[in-house]
């Protein structure tokens, strides 16, 4: 584990559980972001509660989501682009913290 990705990941993860849902991500019809949301946050909970540690299906899931909210980013103005950015990075940061662990 990367210490200083895994603060950077601990930080937006604390700002992220205290954001509130955007409404306009209710109306994006280009994926489900609810479902995607829910599916990466139990990955990120997972990394930050375990101190760093992820596996790889949890690890693909950040992967995979990443990649859908980067196509459905363009569209998004707001606290809804906020939102999914962190998310984003968030996935990012994890996964570059295991690829530099391997």
């Not at 584990?1 to 950077?8: L, W």
């Not at 306009?24 to 489900?32: A, N, P, S, T």
């Not at 479902?35 to 950040?62: F, N, P, Q, T």
């Not at 103005?77 to 950015?85: C, D, K, N």
Request: net charge neutral; proline share 3%.
């Amino acid at each position: 584990m990367n210490k200083t990705i895994f603060d950077e990941v601990a930080v937006l993860w604390a700002g992220h559980l205290g954001a509130p849902w955007p409404d306009d991500l209710y109306r994006v019809d280009d994926g489900d972001v609810v479902g995607i949301d829910a599916a990466m946050a139990g990955c990120v909970s997972v990394y930050v509660k375990s101190r760093g540690v992820l596996d790889e299906e949890r690890s693909h899931v950040l992967h995979h989501g990443a990649r859908a909210l980067r196509r459905i980013l363009p569209r998004l103005r707001g606290e809804g682009a906020v939102y999914v950015r962190r998310l984003i990075q968030m996935a990012e940061l994890i996964n570059e913290d295991r690829r530099s662990a391997s």
